[in-house]
């Protein structure tokens, strides 16, 4: 069974900075990863979606990475904003069957 | 376009009771896939509906059921609610094609409270 891990389980930064969020994955063979944000009580957002063929995806702000070989997948924000203040969640698509597999998610904290 | 619509947003249920909770997915989506999220156990894969057919199933017991209309409308029930069911549940729908490589489109959730 495919188990995601996402380290660290909580980040603050300050306003401005760049910063790296991971993902890990222990099956190697999936379809495709997304990431997606999820603000309290709300429900996720889809933020950037990497199909297993591809190395990286790139949207404004936000690029995402993916080595199947290393089963880790990185999420990079460049000059963060408090706006991003959210949780982010790595979810591994085993069979392109729509069954994510979801990480536990990393608490990002952009201090103004 | 419209995105995901989940109905009712809240809901307070008693021990025992059932529930049924309604999703529609974004128009011209016909795959719903359906996630309990909980502080302990993170997000669960529930179930999965692909034109009317659950095509996937996660490990939940069968108190937890689901179907699909011919319109992509999908709703599931929880039968003999227990204090554990207490959730956020999710439904995704997407639009299930190559081209997208199956991108999921998230609902804002029902928020199940049991008593």
């Known amino acids: 069974k495919q188990e995601v891990t996402q380290i660290p389980a909580a980040l603050s930064v300050p306003e401005g900075e760049n910063l790296v969020l991971n993902c890990s994955f222990t099956?190697?063979?999936?379809?495709?990863l997304q990431w997606f944000r999820q603000d309290p009580g709300k429900g996720l957002t889809s933020l950037l979606l990497i199909q297993s063929s591809q190395r990286e995806q790139t949207s404004g702000r936000l690029n995402a990475s993916l080595d199947k070989s290393s089963g880790r997948s990185t999420l990079y924000i460049a000059a963060s904003q408090p706006g991003d203040s959210a949780t982010y969640l790595c979810a591994a698509d085993q069979t392109g069957a729509n069954n994510l597999f979801f990480g536990t998610g990393t608490r990002l904290t952009v201090i103004p | 376009k419209a995105g995901v619509t989940q109905t009712p947003r809240y809901l307070i249920k008693t021990r025992g009771q059932q529930v049924t909770l309604s999703c529609s997915p974004i128009?011209?989506?016909?795959?719903v896939s359906w996630y309990q999220q909980t502080p302990g156990q993170g997000l669960q894969f529930l179930f999965e509906?692909?034109?009317?057919?659950?095509?996937n199933k996660g490990n939940f017991p069968g108190r937890f059921s689901g179907r699909q209309f011919s319109n992509s409308r999908s709703e599931m029930n929880v039968s003999t609610l227990e204090l554990g069911d207490s959730a956020l549940y999710l439904c995704?729908?997407?639009?299930?094609?190559?081209?997208?490589?199956?991108?999921?489109?998230f609902g804002p959730g029902t928020r199940l409270t049991v008593l």
């Open positions: 128009s011209g989506h016909r795959s």
């Open positions: 995704a729908s997407s639009p299930f094609s190559l081209s997208s490589y199956n991108e999921q489109f």
């Open positions: 099956d190697s063979a999936i379809y495709n």
């Open positions: 509906y692909f034109s009317e057919t659950q095509r």
